[in-house]
Every structure is written in structure tokens, then in C-alpha cells.
């Protein structure tokens, strides 16, 4: 069983950044893929990046590639969002999810945990 509470969302200019975190409970927290979905008002949830357990691979949607930057400090059970270049568009309620063992299928929101989210706002 894995507890996920993300922070550090809150107000920014565009163009502007901020840094989520994801902290997990659990002892095995090295063995889980941690991803970040968003959901703006009206829209379905989408994939916004995942970093795989093992190797930490990493993977992005393609609207935020070369903006945001997933990592992971398993020590500290946390799993960071560096997100910079901030747009209008990317403001949305942001969640991390987690599964253990997860190989393949990164973007599909079928995680098994669930953090409550954090609401990012951009103001133009």
C-alpha cells in the first residue's frame, strides 16, 4: 500500500516556474513508476510524465517536453516535477500516481494509487 500527497502547486506568471513533489509512504518506494497526470476545468485527464522504477527512465507528453522535468529521490521517497516555461495552458489540477512493477503503458491513467492533487494556476 503506497499513501501519495503532491505540494508545491499555487499562482505564477507565464513563464514562470514551479517544482511539484510527490511523497510517497511505503518502504519499497524504489520499486514503483511515478507518474504526473493533469486535469483542467472541462477536460478529461491527461498524461503529463512518468519516470520508471529500476533505471528511472523517464518518459513526456509531447506538450511539455523540453519545459518539465520529472526525477526521483528514492531516499526521500519523493518523485519532483520541475516545471518551467509556464503556460496559460498548463494551469489544472496536477496528480502523481504510482504502480509497482510498471513496465510499459506510462500515459494510461489505470495507476493503482492516487494522490489528491495540487492546483497549478498561470496567469497570462
Known amino acids: 500500500q503506497v499513501q501519495l500527497v503532491e505540494s508545491g502547486g499555487g499562482l505564477v506568471q507565464a513563464g514562470g516556474s514551479l517544482r511539484l513533489s510527490c511523497a510517497a509512504s511505503?518502504?519499497?518506494?524504489?520499486?514503483?513508476?511515478v507518474a504526473w497526470f493533469r486535469q483542467a476545468p472541462g477536460k478529461e485527464r491527461e498524461f503529463v510524465a512518468a519516470?520508471?522504477?529500476?533505471?528511472?527512465?523517464?518518459y513526456y507528453a509531447d506538450s511539455v517536453k523540453g519545459r518539465f522535468t520529472i526525477s526521483r529521490d528514492n531516499a526521500k521517497n519523493t518523485v519532483y516535477l520541475q516545471m518551467n516555461s509556464l503556460k496559460p495552458e498548463d494551469t489544472a489540477v496536477y496528480y502523481c500516481?504510482?504502480?509497482?512493477?510498471?513496465?510499459?503503458?506510462?500515459?494510461?491513467?489505470?495507476?493503482?494509487?492516487w494522490g489528491q492533487g495540487t492546483q497549478v494556476t498561470v496567469s497570462s
Open positions: 519516470i520508471g522504477w529500476g533505471s528511472g527512465s523517464t
Open positions: 511505503g518502504r519499497t518506494f524504489s520499486a514503483y513508476t
Open positions: 500516481a504510482a504502480d509497482r512493477w510498471r513496465r510499459s503503458g506510462y500515459s494510461d491513467p489505470k495507476y493503482n494509487y
